[in-house]
Antibody, heavy 118, light 110 residues
Framework: QVQLVQSGAEVKKPGASVRVSCKASGYTFTGYYMHWVRQAPGQGLEWMGWFNPNSGDTRYAQTFRGRVTMTGDTSISTAYMEMSGLRSVDTAVYFC???????????WGQGTMVTISS | QSALTQPPSASGSPGQSVTISCTGTSSDVGGYNYVSWYQQPPGKAPKLMIYDVNKRPSGVPDRFSGSKSGNTASLTVSGLQAEDEADYYCTSYAGSNDYVFGTGTKVTVL
């Protein structure tokens, strides 16, 4: 079945970087944009940006420009989200989500908890 | 890009209906018919419930319906059931390949 499986929880120190992976299966990885969404504890969903696995193009929300890099490896159908200069406010669950042709997020990963703590 | 505005909470008794609003601008909700709605139970990933303003993915009960008027979209849950208790989020395409989420609404079944 169509699914996205993300990497496990991470604990990082302030100023460090983190990379979260998202492995796709059950569909053509290069056929759909992959988006990333963040959710801080007790807070709402926040759109971070997208990666086009077919072209390598990216688009980031203004909040994350300069600190986030989204990439992918088509040989293993996996997308990555890397964030640098981590701060305590970056403590959150990070989701990957597949975008369908109607601009809706139809498949979601299970989420990856990233904790920033000294 | 500012978040779309949703009421923080909504509630209803089993069998009743609840409607959640999602207010944006002419640059997002009002400008495109790409509004979608998601259900998120505590501790779980969101699930797509409505797309293209008013379409249901396969497997979503027809108790869930969507609509839009001007810059405001709405999700209605009819015949409320205990399993409908969750957080609900709207999202909209916002042009220039950008997207924006709503602030979220906690639905409680009394």
């Amino acid at each position: 079945q169509v699914q996205l499986v993300q990497s496990g929880a991470e604990v990082k120190k302030p100023g460090a970087s983190v990379r979260v992976s998202c492995k796709a299966s059950g569909y053509t990885f290069t056929g759909y944009y992959m988006h990333w969404v963040r959710q801080a504890p007790g807070q709402g969903l926040e759109w971070m940006g997208w990666f086009n696995p077919n072209s390598g193009d990216t688009r980031y929300a203004q909040t994350f420009r300069g600190r986030v890099t989204m990439t992918g490896d088509t040989s293993i159908s996996t997308a990555y989200m890397e964030m640098s200069g981590l701060r305590s406010v970056d403590t959150a669950v990070y989701f990957c989500a597949k975008l369908n042709p109607s601009n809706a997020f139809d498949i979601w990963g299970q989420g990856t908890m990233v904790t920033i703590s000294s | 890009q500012s978040a779309l505005t949703q009421p923080p909470s909504a509630s209803g008794s089993p069998g009743q209906s609840v409607t959640i609003s999602c207010t944006g601008t002419s640059s997002d909700v009002g400008g495109y018919n790409y509004v979608s709605w998601y259900q998120q139970p505590p501790g779980k990933a969101p699930k797509l419930m409505i797309y293209d303003v008013n379409k249901r993915p396969s497997g979503v009960p027809d108790r869930f319906s969507g609509s839009k008027s001007g810059n405001t979209a709405s999700l209605t849950v009819s015949g409320l059931q205990a399993e409908d208790e969750a957080d609900y989020y709207c999202t909209s395409y916002a042009g220039s390949n950008d997207y924006v989420f709503g602030t979220g609404t906690k639905v409680t079944v009394l």
